[in-house]
């Protein structure tokens, strides 16, 4: 049974959070596609590099491979909140913005440890929108005015998955996923009091609604064919994220000096690619953890309403992250049991503005720290740079923040006969 510590946790959880769970952005780069897509979602993977493909979850659920599951030992939930931070600069002038939000839950229940059985399920977030962009017109083809455009809102997937251990030791895992979102894009147009041109706002909502899965899996341990010593439980991984049409509800507004007018609704399609990653692990004289990481996913197969964007390409990530723990701690030192973590990423982004593709480079660090004998805090922190000025583009300088609380019951006891 719970106790009344987590007891009083998931009411505050359920009362405080569920109500906002809605992700928040900043950068411009999220007009195009469906915005800036969560790749990964505990602080802890934040540490690493944002990766774990092939990571067996002890101290943390993580949705990127299901198979990870297999290795759960008690019932674990999981809570996160993030910060995220931009500072936007275009050359002559700079802005800064930042936000702190809810990042989701995830409860993991083990039902048969020998059989790697084990079901989770949560809520997370996929895709967030956020910006604003104003410009005041010198453009003889336009009158002259303000121009306003914003966008916001995002797209969270509810999941329910499962784990279960084959034959040679390999870990396979699979997810039922609900997508459902909305975002809102507007443009407006003001012009001075005198002007012959009245000022206009129009407004396009949009409403997402679809089904996916993601399927993983972990290879046992390759490490006992090989004849390095140091080297243990190296493991390879690999997961596959599919997500079907998303039903597109389309809304068109137009406010004016005559008032608000529904110009038009619609049902449309919009489809997003799948993602494909790749991942290797292994233990280096068991106080040492090692990790990398592949992502691809094509984004120049996105298309709204059959239509597709010269503003995107093919993503792809590449990461490295370790991970330190003294094998020989105490439980009762606190110092000597907390983990100290580190990682590096290269993304290309899906973003191709101008001609110009726009990359991204970032270092990552983090720690965990014990709350008691079977669950921790995680605390993930990353710095990194995202695209140019070159071609008039945005250079954005970004610090990101996760905490992650991770608690761990024995809920189901088994009873002997």
């Given at each position: 049974?719970?106790?009344?510590?987590?007891?009083?946790?998931?009411?505050?959880?359920?009362?405080?959070?569920?109500?906002?769970?809605?992700?928040?952005?900043?950068?411009?780069?999220?007009?195009?596609?469906?915005?800036?897509?969560?790749?990964?979602?505990?602080?802890?993977?934040?540490?690493?590099?944002?990766?774990?493909?092939?990571?067996?979850?002890?101290?943390?659920?993580?949705?990127?491979?299901?198979?990870?599951?297999?290795?759960?030992?008690?019932?674990?939930?999981?809570?996160?909140?993030?910060?995220?931070?931009?500072?936007?600069?275009?050359?002559?002038?700079?802005?800064?913005?930042?936000?702190?939000?809810?990042?989701?839950?995830?409860?993991?229940?083990?039902?048969?440890?020998?059989?790697?059985?084990?079901?989770?399920?949560?809520?997370?977030?996929?895709?967030?929108?956020?910006?604003?962009?104003?410009?005041?017109?010198?453009?003889?083809?336009?009158?002259?005015?303000?121009?306003?455009?914003?966008?916001?809102?995002?797209?969270?997937?509810?999941?329910?998955?499962?784990?279960?251990?084959?034959?040679?030791?390999?870990?396979?895992?699979?997810?039922?996923?609900?997508?459902?979102?909305?975002?809102?894009?507007?443009?407006?147009?003001?012009?001075?009091?005198?002007?012959?041109?009245?000022?206009?706002?129009?407004?396009?909502?949009?409403?997402?609604?679809?089904?996916?899965?993601?399927?993983?899996?972990?290879?046992?341990?390759?490490?006992?064919?090989?004849?390095?010593?140091?080297?243990?439980?190296?493991?390879?991984?690999?997961?596959?994220?599919?997500?079907?049409?998303?039903?597109?509800?389309?809304?068109?507004?137009?406010?004016?000096?005559?008032?608000?007018?529904?110009?038009?609704?619609?049902?449309?399609?919009?489809?997003?690619?799948?993602?494909?990653?790749?991942?290797?692990?292994?233990?280096?004289?068991?106080?040492?953890?090692?990790?990398?990481?592949?992502?691809?996913?094509?984004?120049?197969?996105?298309?709204?309403?059959?239509?597709?964007?010269?503003?995107?390409?093919?993503?792809?990530?590449?990461?490295f992250g370790f991970e330190y723990k003294n094998s020989e701690a105490r439980y009762t030192n606190f110092w000597e049991q907390i983990k100290y973590r580190g990682g590096l990423s290269f993304k290309q982004t899906q973003y191709y503005i101008n001609g110009k593709g726009i990359d991204e480079y970032s270092v990552h660090a983090g720690i965990t720290a014990p709350l008691g004998p079977?669950?921790?805090?995680?605390?993930?922190?990353?710095?990194?740079?995202?695209?140019?000025?070159?071609?008039?583009?945005?250079?954005?300088?970004?610090?990101?923040?996760?905490?992650?609380?991770?608690?761990?019951?024995?809920?189901?006891?088994?009873?002997?006969?």
């Amino acid at each position: 049974m719970m106790n009344k510590i987590t007891y009083k946790l998931l009411i505050i959880f359920w009362l405080t959070f569920l109500p906002n769970i809605y992700a928040s952005g900043g950068s411009i780069y999220t007009r195009y596609g469906v915005g800036n897509i969560f790749y990964s979602y505990s602080a802890r993977r934040m540490g690493l590099g944002s990766i774990g493909t092939s990571l067996l979850g002890t101290g943390d659920l993580s949705p990127v491979n299901p198979a990870s599951w297999s290795n759960l030992k008690v019932t674990r939930l999981s809570i996160g909140v993030g910060y995220n931070g931009i500072n936007l600069n275009d050359g002559k002038t700079s802005a800064f913005y930042s936000t702190t939000d809810f990042s989701g839950f995830s409860i993991g229940f083990p039902v048969d440890k020998d059989l790697g059985i084990s079901f989770v399920m949560g809520l997370l977030p996929f895709s967030t929108v956020e910006y604003e962009v104003d410009v005041n017109s010198t453009d003889n083809n336009l009158p002259a005015g303000k121009y306003t455009y914003n966008g916001n809102g995002s797209i969270n997937k509810v999941y329910l998955g499962a784990s279960y251990k084959l034959p040679l030791n390999f870990q396979f895992g699979a997810t039922f996923e609900y997508y459902t979102g909305d975002i809102k894009y507007s443009s407006t147009a003001s012009f001075k009091e005198f002007s012959p041109f009245a000022n206009a706002k129009y407004i396009e909502n949009l409403q997402y609604r679809g089904f996916g899965t993601t399927l993983g899996l972990i290879s046992g341990n390759i490490s006992k064919g090989l004849s390095i010593k140091k080297i243990t439980n190296l493991r390879l991984g690999i997961s596959l994220n599919l997500i079907s049409s998303l039903r597109t509800d389309s809304s068109l507004i137009t406010i004016n000096k005559l008032g608000q007018l529904n110009s038009l609704s619609t049902l449309l399609n919009t489809n997003i690619p799948y993602k494909l990653s790749f991942g290797a692990s292994f233990n280096w004289d068991t106080d040492y953890l090692f990790l990398m990481d592949y992502i691809y996913q094509p984004w120049s197969k996105y298309d709204f309403n059959g239509i597709s964007s010269n503003n995107l390409r093919n993503l792809s990530v590449v990461s490295f992250g370790f991970e330190y723990k003294n094998s020989e701690a105490r439980y009762t030192n606190f110092w000597e049991q907390i983990k100290y973590r580190g990682g590096l990423s290269f993304k290309q982004t899906q973003y191709y503005i101008n001609g110009k593709g726009i990359d991204e480079y970032s270092v990552h660090a983090g720690i965990t720290a014990p709350l008691g004998p079977r669950s921790n805090i995680d605390v993930g922190l990353a710095y990194g740079i995202k695209g140019t000025n070159d071609l008039n583009l945005i250079k954005e300088n970004f610090v990101k923040a996760n905490i992650s609380l991770n608690f761990g019951e024995l809920w189901f006891i088994r009873q002997e006969r």
